[in-house]
């Protein structure tokens, strides 16, 4: 009878350790209730690319689809280092049928004429069109810059082009576009062509109820200081005209930057933001009438960025980089509103990154129990690729 006991009682400390941890790479266990830690999957990487800010769309039962962009990795050419711009930086996409096993040769979904472009971001509307967001870098050289009489912003010997995208009809085989959204009156710089920037930012569109789009942008509002503050643009056509709405967050020393937009079951609209001269702190500003107005407060920790999906049962999967030591990807399990913020405990998915460049998740159910998180990783400072991290959640 002993025996049995002992038995069940083992039983059921496994089963307690099984539910209530996550299995890192190296071995750490994270108490969290409701999660579990499947794997880790590696979903693109060739040493030749840097490949990095992916983003992730259900794009049917048995069709996953990760848009990253994807450059020349210039250390391959005995160059010193990396750069997040590249004239050679396009928009590519893989496809999986099950969330795990993914197509080894990307699709080009967008190269833009004048330049690299940066970060595609989709959403999968209801009527099944595809949108994806982006922004590039022009190159200018010397005597074009002299030419330049109005502010702009310049990087890695790239003047900044501003944001568009590109939509698809038929399931991402094709993309129509470039669509590019208004200029944001509190925008100071022009585009290297002397023309007011487009709006633009990473991070995940939403959208609502009733069909309305909705995308948290951002603006570079004052100089010498180079400080960015978020706005909301919305469109009612499929994205292809968009109308300003109001201010999302904006300070006199705080940089708010790439957000990620929600919609909760009440109707709140609310933006998950990336900040600079604020100690790394992740930020939330909510909207109860429609978008018209914001209140932005810190969340008390940091990520860098965020993304929000909602699970089955209205909770939301806040998923985002952790860029300090020691470096990897988190998580936490916001209510319905997503109000909780400051009390949800943070589940730790890995922390065996080798530096600061890595992160930038998004997420996608697989079915109803299970979630896949994707980013980019570097291990040793090696090859940036995409990776994924399937977990159960209950």
């Not at 083992?10 to 750490?28: A, D, H, K, P, R």
């Not at 069709?63 to 590519?92: C, Q, T, W």
């Not at 706005?231 to 705080?254: E, P, R």
């Amino acid at each position: 009878m002993k025996s049995k006991f002992f038995i069940l009682a083992l039983t059921l400390c496994i089963f307690f350790v099984q539910s209530f941890s996550l299995i890192t790479e190296n071995g750490n266990q994270i108490k969290h209730p409701n999660v579990r830690k499947v794997k880790d999957i590696i979903i693109y990487k060739d040493v030749q690319y840097y490949s990095a800010f992916p983003s992730i769309i259900k794009n049917g039962e048995k069709d996953f689809m990760v848009a990253f962009r994807r450059a020349p990795d210039r250390r391959v050419f005995g160059e010193k280092g990396y750069s997040h711009i590249d004239m050679n930086s396009y928009l590519v996409m893989v496809r999986s049928s099950d969330g795990e096993v993914w197509t080894e040769d990307p699709d080009l979904i967008y190269a833009h004429p004048f330049g690299g472009s940066q970060d595609p971001c989709m959403l999968k509307l209801e009527d099944g069109t595809i949108l994806c967001t982006s922004y590039g870098w022009q190159y200018v050289n010397s005597t074009g810059l002299a030419n330049l009489k109005q502010p702009y912003f310049k990087a890695g010997g790239a003047v900044f082009l501003g944001g568009y995208l590109v939509r698809s009809l038929d399931n991402g085989k094709t993309w129509q576009g470039p669509v590019y959204p208004p200029h944001v009156d509190a925008e100071i710089n022009f585009s290297a062509s002397g023309k007011p920037l487009p709006a633009y930012n990473r991070g995940a569109l939403y959208e609502g109820k009733e069909g309305r789009i909705f995308w948290v942008v951002a603006v570079n509002d004052s100089v010498p200081v180079r400080k960015t503050s978020n706005h909301l643009l919305i469109s009612d056509d499929k994205g292809l005209t968009w109308q300003y709405s109001g201010v999302v967050a904006s300070d006199d020393k705080v940089a708010f930057n790439e957000a990620s937009v929600y919609e909760t079951p009440k109707g709140d609209l609310v933006a998950f933001i990336r900040t600079a001269n604020y100690e790394d702190q992740a930020c939330i500003s909510r909207s109860t009438d429609g978008g018209k107005t914001f209140k932005w407060e810190s969340m008390g920790f940091k990520g860098h960025p965020c993304h929000a999906l909602r699970l089955p049962d209205n909770r939301v999967l806040l998923t985002y980089g952790y860029r300090h030591e020691p470096y990897g990807i988190r998580a936490r399990i916001l209510n319905a509103e997503c109000t909780d913020f400051a009390t949800a405990p943070e589940i730790i998915i890995r922390d065996d990154g080798e530096n600061s460049d890595i992160g930038y998740t998004w997420s996608v159910l697989l079915d109803n129990s299970r979630v896949l998180v994707v980013y980019y990783f570097n291990k040793e400072d090696g090859t940036r690729h995409i990776v994924g991290t399937l977990m159960e959640i209950v």
